[in-house]
């Protein structure tokens, strides 16, 4: 059975760090590449960066800088470490195949809330 679960999520002061992990599993767990989205209030969800089996990583112009996405492929786990957060930042957090669409399988994210 498919399935994603993402973690870490929570209320962080404004200039914090946080780490989200993304376990895969079932199919999911085969994929190449995974990739980690969010959905920020009243906005469409928005692919943030993607990194293969092999660890190359790519970003979207929007998050270089401040997300960092890693993989334990022993774990089938993605993370995304975000550091110096904002309130912008305020969103669900997703992970998935880069190519996913939203007809596709969703876990139910992780919220990040970045406020003081």
């Known amino acids: 059975q498919e399935q994603l679960v993402e973690s870490g999520g929570g209320l962080v002061q404004p200039g914090g760090s946080l780490i989200l992990s993304c376990a895969a599993s079932?199919?999911?767990?085969?994929?190449?590449?995974m990739g980690w989205y969010r959905q920020a209030p009243g906005k469409q969800r928005e692919l943030v960066a993607s990194i293969t089996r092999e660890g190359s990583t790519m970003y979207r112009n929007s998050f270089l800088g401040r997300f960092t996405i890693s993989g334990d492929n022993a774990k089938n786990t993605v993370y995304l470490q975000i550091d110096s957060l904002k309130p912008e930042d305020t969103a669900i957090y997703y992970c998935?195949?880069?190519?996913?669409?939203?007809?596709?399988?969703w876990g139910k994210g992780t919220l990040v809330t970045v406020s003081s």
């Open positions: 079932g199919s999911m767990a085969s994929f190449y590449a």
């Open positions: 998935n195949k880069p190519t996913a669409s939203d007809m596709d399988y």
